[in-house]
């Protein structure tokens, strides 16, 4: 069965501080690996993965993809009260996305 | 930008009744899907949907389920009765490619609400 994890459930973090995000996955037909940024309704894009060790960056945050060890992880870097969100992890395997739980982070002032 | 907008943003009904959830992908995407999120729980795969067939469904979407593409730019997810445990945030997505090779752009969702 194909899964997706993400780690941690929930962070708590100060304005400046650089937080990391994990997930691993394990599915059986690998395309390609997307972030996501829930505020209050709708996915919105952040990346999407499909080679390992190619960093991708936007801003503060970046993303890199490990195909061998089957994680990922987004690094967000001197945090502000607007990165408050859930960040989902999601692997498309080639005809529909499968997400993980997310991770809630909390960016408090 | 374009963007992916769906109607109603909150839909109430009561339970047994049919619903109609209404999706406008993006004018140039040939992929569609329905996702729900139930609240507090994680974003779950329902349809995938190509060349006016299903392409992909999990088992969440059984036979009270179906997706319609009636015009040119509607995509819509019919529950044809619904349950208490259908209430939900459905998200509708659309892509150029599929299998991974492009990224999928979600609506805002509608808000379901079976009582």
């Known amino acids: 069965e194909d899964k997706v994890v993400q780690s941690p459930l929930s962070l708590v973090v100060h304005e400046g501080d650089t937080v990391t995000l994990n997930c691993s996955y394990e599915v059986t037909n690998f395309r390609s690996l997307l972030w996501y940024k829930q505020e209050k309704k709708a996915p919105t894009f952040l990346f999407m993965l499909?080679?390992?060790?190619i960093e991708k960056k936007s801003g503060r945050l970046s993303s890199i993809l490990d195909k061998k060890e089957l994680f990922s992880i987004l690094n967000i870097t001197a945090t502000q009260t607007g990165d408050s969100a859930i960040y989902l992890c999601?692997?498309?395997?080639?005809?529909?996305?499968?997400f993980g739980a997310g991770t809630r982070l909390t960016v408090k002032p | 930008e374009p963007e992916v907008t769906q109607t109603p943003s909150h839909q109430v009904t009561q339970m047994g009744q049919e619903v109609i959830l209404r999706c406008v992908p993006i004018s140039n995407h040939l992929y569609f899907y329905w996702y729900r999120q139930i609240l507090g729980q994680k974003v779950e795969f329902l349809v995938s949907f190509y060349n006016n067939e299903i392409s992909e469904k999990s088992e969440i979407f059984d036979d009270q389920f179906s997706v319609e593409r009636p015009d040119g730019s509607n995509f819509t997810l019919k529950i044809r009765s619904t349950k208490l445990e259908d209430s939900a945030m459905y998200f509708c997505a659309s892509s150029r490619l599929a299998g991974g090779r492009d990224i999928q752009y979600f609506g805002a969702g509608t808000r379901l609400s079976v009582l």
């Open positions: 999601a692997v498309d395997n080639n005809n529909d996305m499968r």
């Open positions: 499909t080679s390992s060790g």
